[in-house]
């Protein structure tokens, strides 16, 4: 396991301290857990949980282009 050293004001020194007590969990377990919580590379489950669930919601292909077929470009 390997071992990291954190620089911490006071104030969030106290933070942590009190969030890991509430949690009855080690200051070092608590810093752990929220790493592997926002460090993901994965959607939360109750986002992933919320797709289709807007039966209303305009999607981009269902909506019809306001532009014409052919829009001529700008030259530089």
Not at 1 to 4: R, T
Not at 16 to 26: D, E, H, L, P
């Given at each position: 396991?390997?071992?990291?050293t954190l620089y911490l004001d006071d104030t969030t020194q106290?933070?942590?301290?009190?969030?890991?007590?509430?949690?009855?969990?080690?200051k070092s377990r608590w810093v752990a857990d929220i790493i592997r919580k926002y460090a993901t590379r994965e959607w939360p489950q109750d986002c992933l949980a919320l797709a289709g669930s807007f039966a209303d919601f305009p999607l981009r292909e269902a909506q019809p282009s306001t532009l014409p077929a052919n829009v001529p470009r700008l030259i530089f």
């Open positions: 396991m390997s071992q990291i106290a933070l942590v301290t009190q969030a890991a007590q509430a949690n009855g969990v080690s």
